[in-house]
């Protein structure tokens, strides 16, 4: 069940679409789910400055606004190669700290959307690729994906909540596994991890599922999905006795609501 609307729009980060070089990020409305997919294809998607930009645009577009779940896929043979980190080795810190408020942003403005969010990935998923995977609230990838953080092996470390979300999802010793070693694993070793709920045949398969699940979600109340999705987030952090006192001012506001 792919897409079969019409582009609602395409978000470039401002100037050109030549997807082979600077790259766009299409926005696809199916139903009442919004579809983003990276397309930089010659470079494998890679999330340069102008790729962040561009998915900025989309996630604050009107099409994201009115959809009531959200995926974001690279297409059927690859997610992401990583963060285009060629830009900012010549960068003085306090360039870098402007970057991590401008689009380096793009992780948490994506982690923190009211709607659910589903991650389809199909082959490299790695560096900052893997960083706005991990941003999603579940992801599901075929056969063909790979993941991996490299950062440390060319000197610097995952820095876009990687490191952060990891930690969360897989524990800290699996994260040291993969972040110091800089190794590689399949879909299957990442699923046995739990940072993947599903595991499908290539050739598209995973978007479509990725959208069976986005409908599944859309189609509950949305103040309730957004309020569970935040709820889920805190309880992350919070002590025991926080988490509950979150969970039953939820539940109360819900059920004033109705």
């Given at each position: ?12 980060g401002g100037g050109t679409r030549d997807a082979s070089h600077q790259g766009t990020v299409e926005t696809l409305l199916h139903g009442e789910i919004a579809v983003l997919t990276l397309r930089r294809e010659a470079k494998l ?105 490299p950062e440390v092996g060319i000197g610097i470390l995952p820095s876009s909540g990687g490191v952060t979300r990891l930690v969360r999802a897989v524990g800290p010793a699996r994260t040291r596994d993969l972040v110091l070693r ?77």
């Amino acid at each position: 069940m792919h897409p079969d609307t019409r582009p609602a729009g395409v978000q470039d980060g401002g100037g050109t679409r030549d997807a082979s070089h600077q790259g766009t990020v299409e926005t696809l409305l199916h139903g009442e789910i919004a579809v983003l997919t990276l397309r930089r294809e010659a470079k494998l998607n890679a999330l340069s400055t102008h790729m962040e930009a561009a998915l900025l645009n989309a996630l604050g577009g009107e099409q994201v606004a009115n959809s009531r779940a959200v995926v974001v896929t690279g297409g059927p043979s690859v997610f992401s190669s990583g963060a285009d980190t060629s830009e900012l080795q010549a960068m003085a810190p306090e360039t870098i700290a402007a970057y991590y408020r401008s689009t380096g942003s793009v992780y948490e403005k994506f982690a923190a959307l009211r709607q659910p969010t589903v991650a389809a990935i199909s082959g490299y998923c790695l560096g900052g690729g893997l960083e706005l995977a991990l941003a999603a609230d579940i992801r599901v990838a075929d056969s063909t994906a790979v993941f991996g953080l490299p950062e440390v092996g060319i000197g610097i470390l995952p820095s876009s909540g990687g490191v952060t979300r990891l930690v969360r999802a897989v524990g800290p010793a699996r994260t040291r596994d993969l972040v110091l070693r800089c190794r590689r694993m399949d879909a299957a070793e990442a699923c046995a991890w739990g940072l993947l709920s599903e595991v499908t045949q290539p050739g598209g398969a995973c978007l479509d599922r990725a959208l069976e699940i986005a409908a599944e979600m859309a189609a509950h109340p949305p103040a309730a999905a957004s309020v569970a999705k935040q709820v889920i987030a805190a309880a992350t952090d919070a002590p025991r006795e926080s988490a509950l006192l979150l969970e039953q001012l939820g539940y109360a506001a819900l059920n004033g609501m109705g």
